[in-house]
């Protein structure tokens, strides 16, 4: 039988991960609206991104014998100000990594769980340090020149 614990949260994870993607897909619209179309580019494959794994974590709970959930989400966070949005990525990856630390202590013995979310961690690494290069970027070249670069 599958450790309770390390499934619970693999429960978590897969409603956290549909969250996410849900956010990502309605914020890559608004910047979509808004011409920013690379912006809109890079939450949609984020989007996506966020759906495969949670799959994979569907898939996961399914040949562990666990029955899955469609578990209530928490509203997701979503606004016009690119800024805005950035920094909101950079402090909820920041969160979510201490977070996923946790939980991955938890599968450390089911090597096809970790695998899973090993990859939730990458990602969400990358898309932190992606984020606050953005930032970075923007403090260098002002807010107008990047703008114009994400259309």
Known sequence: MANKKMTESL????TELLRQADEQLIQSRI??????????DK???CAEAER??????????????????LE??????VCSDPVKWLKHEVEVSEARLVWLKKVMEAACADYTTYEILKAYYLGEEKDMYWAKWQ????E???LENWLIRQM
Request: glycine share 14%; with cysteine; aromatic share 8%.
């Open 52 to 69: 495969g794994l949670a799959v994979k974590c569907i898939d996961r709970l399914l040949a562990l014998g666990c029955d899955v959930k």
């Open 72 to 77: 209530a989400k928490q509203n997701g966070f």
């Open 43 to 45: 939450y949609a494959e």
């Open 140 to 142: 260098c070249i002002g």
């Open 135 to 138: 930032l970075d970027v923007i």
């Open 11 to 14: 429960q978590t994870v897969l």
């Open 31 to 40: 910047f979509a609206g808004m011409g920013y179309g690379r912006l809109a």
